[in-house]
């Protein structure tokens, strides 16, 4: 069965780092999505992705993040000079219409 | 914006238990997820409804439009249906699939022997 998969599982980074979150969303999905979790919250909205552009983000995605889909496959997540609190589950997901469809996530933690 | 609202947030129960867990939401919606997070965290698809009443295996979802009130129910419930049950809903903002979800707190659920 097709899934959406991520690399890496978990990523640990310095202040001020930048990381690049992976994601391969399922192949005849046309929507993407970034949600992240901070431990013990709940799951959070933070970027949708369609037809090669931004179609929603929230007031959490601002101007530290970016997405990408730099070729057919992968779909990818930027996050520029790391700060403490973005430490999280970072989850992608995807969808051909309505249903979304998760990947297992990446763990981000931020020192 | 949504809220989203789901009870209890804790629940213990023995196995073989009838197990309902509740979500509302104050804004209409265009569909309402269930979803399955396990302790490793992983996020699983259960349920997507826009409407009526789903059934896969022992698990029963079921939606009220007018109400703004879904719940997810487990007939015969196995301890390995342990894990947090989450209700995430897709506004009916009209802008196609692209649409974030929000989320609820989610519903810790033990089943045990």
């Known amino acids: 069965e097709p899934e959406v998969t991520q690399t890496p599982s978990h990523q640990v980074t310095q202040m001020g780092q930048e990381v690049i979150l992976r994601c391969v969303p399922i192949s005849n999905h046309l929507y993407f999505y970034w949600y992240r979790q901070i431990l013990g919250q709940k799951v959070e909205f933070l970027v949708s992705?369609?037809?090669?552009?931004?179609?929603?983000k929230s007031e959490i995605f601002d101007d530290q993040f970016s997405v990408e889909r730099p070729d057919g496959s992968n779909f990818t997540l930027k996050i520029r000079s790391t700060k403490l609190e973005d430490s999280a589950m970072y989850f992608c997901a995807s969808s051909e219409r309505v249903a979304q469809f998760f990947g297992p996530g990446t763990r981000l933690t931020v020192l | 914006k949504n809220e989203v609202e789901q009870s209890p947030q804790n629940l213990t129960a023995q196995e073989g238990e009838f197990i309902t867990i509740n979500c509302s939401y104050s804004?209409?919606?265009?569909?309402l997820h269930w979803l399955q997070q396990h302790p490793g965290g992983g996020i699983v698809s259960l349920f997507m409804?826009?409407?009526g009443k789903k059934k896969h295996g022992r698990l029963i979802a079921t939606i009220n439009i007018q109400e703004k009130h879904s719940s997810l129910h487990i007939t015969a419930s196995h301890p390995r249906d342990s894990a947090v049950y989450i209700c995430a809903v897709r506004s009916g903002g009209g802008r196609g699939g692209a649409d974030g979800l929000t989320f609820g707190k989610g519903t810790h659920l033990i089943i045990q022997p």
């Open positions: 804004v209409g919606i265009s569909a």
């Open positions: 992705f369609y037809n090669n552009e931004i179609s929603e």
């Open positions: 409804l826009s409407s």
